[in-house]
């Protein structure tokens, strides 16, 4: 993409300096500015990038390491250039008990993508979120961060064509470089014995996630799991079970 090449993050820095200034102006602690500046920066160039972070460091006198470890925290941060628009749809039990995985498995197959990724043309990002606090009206979805409600696979297909065409009343989000297939930043930390195998939290897993019976699996088969199960029962003689033999209670 040609803009991508001639984006100079420089000139934005400079542009947006004096807005900057206002927000650290509002904070006793200048540390507080932190997410509201990189949101600033995210707003304007897409994504959260390394040059956006290590000027927020700067201008808050901040490691970098502070502000990175605070971005990675939150999923709403992108560390990598996401879709000119952002499609959320709800994975929460009142919507999937409404028809959402109906709708999840129709996003995917119309767009040709999965969950955290971006289509070819850079058009469109998909994201199967948590509850989003829209209960009364699922199943719903975000397109970037606005509202749609009462989802079926027609007034999906009806929203596809109006961001395509550019008529959904939704304004397209800044992309100052192309994204790649997903914008995900796997974070390399090693994970407890128990999380092995597990999906982290920015990849929950979308449709048939399994996260939660390998977690019990694993509980179920663990011998020591299972001894700890019965502390309580060793202890406290009015809870021991009846056994086979006509024993105690
Ligand atoms: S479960 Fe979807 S909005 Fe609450």
Known sequence: MTAAAEFDFESLRARLQPECEEIIGRYEDTRSALI?????????????????????????????????????????????????????????????????????????????????????????????????????????MQVNWRFRYDLTPQNVDDLLAALRGGAAGIAPLAQTKAPEKTWHVDHDVPRSAGGVGVSNPNNAGGVGDRSGVIMLDRVLADPSFAERSHERLVHESNLRPTTGDGGHH
């Not at 628009?85 to 409404?98: A, F, T, W």
């Not at 995917?108 to 948590?130: K, M, N, P, W």
């Open 36 to 140: 509201p500046l990189v949101r600033l920066f995210q707003e304007h160039e897409g994504y959260a990038s390394a040059q956006a972070l290590e000027a927020v460091a700067d201008m808050l006198r901040l490691p970098l390491a502070v502000v990175e470890s605070t971005v990675s925290f939150y999923t709403l941060f992108f560390r990598k250039p996401i879709g000119k628009y952002m499609l959320q749809p709800c994975r929460g039990l009142s919507c999937i008990i409404n028809g959402a995985e109906e709708i999840m498995a129709h996003f995917r197959a119309r767009l040709g993508i999965g969950h955290l990724q971006t289509t070819d043309d850079g058009l469109f990002s998909y994201e199967e979120v948590e509850c989003l606090a829209a209960c009364d009206r699922a199943p719903c």
